[in-house]
């Protein structure tokens, strides 16, 4: 059950690009996003009661260095949606997927620049294969900037939350709770310039964005508590891989043979990344039956 869960989570976050193009000539990015903070923020508030986890934020409330960190936490991952959306409407889904292929990688490199953590063998040959990738991706790619400001946005957004310490769903809650009143100055600003005209299909797909966002997160939250990480990991792969099938396929966004080795750099060091963390994964866990659940912990948010 919870196998599936954590499945069905990274494969709902694959086509959910499918439910943002519906926007698509309709609603502008920044609008899209705004609304996506409102209705998040609401469902997530059903989500916090329901799980009991005010106690939680009630906690953070009180320590402004976790506040900081949540609200920079808000930051990046506002950013992200963002990019991420203008990707999903301008056909850039291949760049996105390249994005999020390379996030655990960039996570990595972050760990030895902020936390000092040491790269072995297998993860310098990884790192090294990045590079080469994004040299080789970079020669036909015009929309680079989007693998790059993905996967940096969302790398930066794990570390600092970590320092946060919350729940994966009081966490967003409260990053939603920051950027709600920037929303509501927006979407403001827009009604009294008489730019807010929104069809009743169009104000009920708006509203879908806050359980198309949450519905995922509930999954990974439970299936995180039951899945040994390094599995976690392997499952986190099938969102950018199904984003990259549908920009090919769907949008019918071009892939040459440069920008196809590019890729196959970055799903060759994916692989040594992985071999590596279950191997360091079963050391740790050396009489621990496969089938067991090993210790918490959340891999990535939402997309």
Known sequence: MYYLQALAAFVLWGVLPLYWKLLKNVVEPPEIICHRVLWSLATLILCVTWFGQWAEIRQT????????????????????????????????????????????????????????ERLMGLQWIAVALVAIGLIISSATSERLWVSIALASSFSMYGVVKKETKLPAIAGLGLETAILAPLALGYLGFLFFRQKLHYSDSTLGLLALGGPVTTVPLLLFASASKKIPLVIMGMFQYAGPTIQFLLGVWVDGEPVNRWRLAGFVCVWVALLLFTIYEYRRWRRANPSMPREEPARNGSAKELR
């Open 61 to 116: 409330l009180r320590q402004p260095r976790r506040l900081g960190m949540a609200a920079v936490a808000a930051i990046l991952i506002s950013a992200n949606w963002l990019v991420f959306i203008w990707a999903v409407l301008n056909e850039a889904m291949v760049d996105s997927s390249l994005g999020y292929f390379m996030t655990p990688l960039f996570s990595m490199v972050l760990g030895m620049v902020i936390f000092r």
